[in-house]
């Protein structure tokens, strides 16, 4: 039996290196790129609002494009009453700004429910992964080799 432990230690470890780190790992990324899509969908709100505001919605707009890497070109958008919004999968579909604030609103409701799933999710791998720690500090008797707490009074 004694020469199974060190061997059930080796599994346990390894299942928590190669499967549930991967899996937190996985999971905190995908939760990481759904905060960058609302933080972006956030902004575009933002800015349709603005556009709104100034009275800019029904008319000719001109305005700075970043082509990326910060640099920019002028544009001029002759009608600026519609917008295209990436709605998923790579297709784009042509709103009015109502319907644009409407489907951001939705959207980011739906990003944001599914962050709280991923971040629960993450809550229950940390779990496991500190259950199996557990289990083995358990398996490998390391209770009687830990020294007793000492307690030291603050007041003399």
Not at 18 to 37: A, G, H, N, P
Not at 55 to 81: H, I, M, W
Not at 106 to 127: G, N, W
């Amino acid at each position: 039996m004694s020469d199974e432990i060190p061997q059930k230690v080796v599994e346990y470890e390894r299942f928590i290196n190669e499967v549930l780190r991967k899996d937190l790992e996985k999971v905190l990324e995908t939760r990481d790129m759904i905060f960058s899509q609302i933080a972006e969908y956030l902004q575009l709100k933002t800015t349709i609002e603005k556009i709104q505001e100034a009275g800019y919605d029904e008319g000719e707009l001109k305005t700075q494009v970043d082509l990326g890497c910060n640099f920019y070109a002028q544009a001029r958008v002759p009608d600026s009453s519609k917008i295209f919004v990436q709605v998923g999968f790579g297709f784009f579909v042509e709103f009015t700004l109502p319907e644009a604030l409407a489907f951001i609103e939705k959207k980011t409701k739906h990003l944001t429910q599914y962050s709280d799933k991923l971040t629960q999710d993450s809550a229950k791998i940390r779990a496991h992964i500190k259950l199996v720690y557990e289990g083995l500090r358990e398996l490998q008797n390391l209770d009687k080799d830990l020294p007793e707490a000492q307690t030291q009074t603050l007041w003399p």
